[in-house]
């Protein structure tokens, strides 16, 4: 499978977005669905993942409130969407699967990103 992340733009504070991960090449199907966002020199942060099979959502607790992960059947799809935003949330988002989601270091695909940058 490969990954397509798209969405991200420069939006105001306050504001919100959504961005998308599409799949190609197959289904997510056994799949665990994740985002990830990373800024330069900084470490890349857990934001959320669903279980598409399960729907079953996990969250990074400290991004939990503003950020909703969700499943699209129909457009085979995972969606992330940022309410609130705020300047920090600026980063590249990423979006990943695996088959396990036990460690981060053995993530299986990863997408290539999109940019969000949030002014003030």
């Known amino acids: 499978v490969q990954l397509q992340a798209s969405g991200g733009g420069l939006v105001q504070a306050g504001e919100s977005l959504t961005l998308s991960c599409a799949a190609s090449?197959?289904?997510?199907?056994?799949?665990?669905v994740g985002w990830f966002r990373q800024t330069p020199g900084n470490e890349r942060d857990f934001v959320a993942a669903v279980h598409w099979a399960a729907g079953r959502t996990y969250y990074n607790d400290s991004m939990q409130g503003r950020f909703t992960i969700s499943r699209d059947s129909d457009k085979n799809t995972v969606n992330l969407r940022i309410s609130g935003l705020k300047p920090e949330d600026t980063a590249r988002y990423v979006c990943?699967?695996?088959?396990?989601?036990?460690?981060?270091?053995?993530?299986?695909?990863w997408g290539t990103g999109t940019l969000v940058t949030v002014s003030s």
């Open positions: 990943a699967a695996d088959r396990r989601w036990t460690d981060v270091s053995k993530i299986e695909v």
């Open positions: 090449g197959r289904t997510f199907v056994g799949y665990t």
